[in-house]
């Protein structure tokens, strides 16, 4: 297995051609007041909802299928941030901090290229 845990360490690979390879982040780790986190997922979320909108617009334009789903992914977007929203706005009337612990693990190997 290739892991790649540190920016500054070299990827060790096995013979094996096929073997997996991944990447993990912790992206947010931290507390935060309510204003904040709802700054960091806000942010987030838009940037996701807007790669799939150009993502649209460009196989649209080419009048190429949707193979990534855009449509229905940006409509999960945008529902998820109104939901981070009126939780945040919630937890900001309570005076309540966020405590954000958001991790990615990216896998590299073969397969079939799935949406985002």
């Known amino acids: 297995m290739l892991t790649y845990a540190d920016p500054g360490q070299a990827l060790h690979r096995k013979n094996d051609?096929?073997?997996e390879r991944t990447l993990e982040l912790d992206l947010i780790r931290g507390t935060y007041p309510a204003r904040t986190a709802l700054e960091l997922l806000s942010t987030l979320l838009g940037d996701k909802i807007?790669?799939?909108q150009r993502r649209l617009f460009g196989v649209e334009e080419r009048g190429e299928p949707d193979?990534?789903?855009?449509r229905s992914r940006?409509?999960?977007l945008?529902?998820?941030l109104a939901r981070v929203r009126s939780f945040m706005a919630?937890?900001?009337e309570e005076g309540l901090e966020i405590t954000i612990d958001s991790k990615v693990k990216a896998v590299a190997g073969p397969g079939e290229k799935r949406p985002g």
Do not use: C, G, L, V
């Open 78 to 80: 945008q529902a998820d």
């Open 74 to 76: 940006i409509a999960e």
């Open 90 to 92: 919630r937890a900001e």
């Open 50 to 52: 807007t790669m799939h």
């Open 67 to 70: 193979t990534w789903n855009s």
């Open 17 to 19: 051609p096929m073997e």
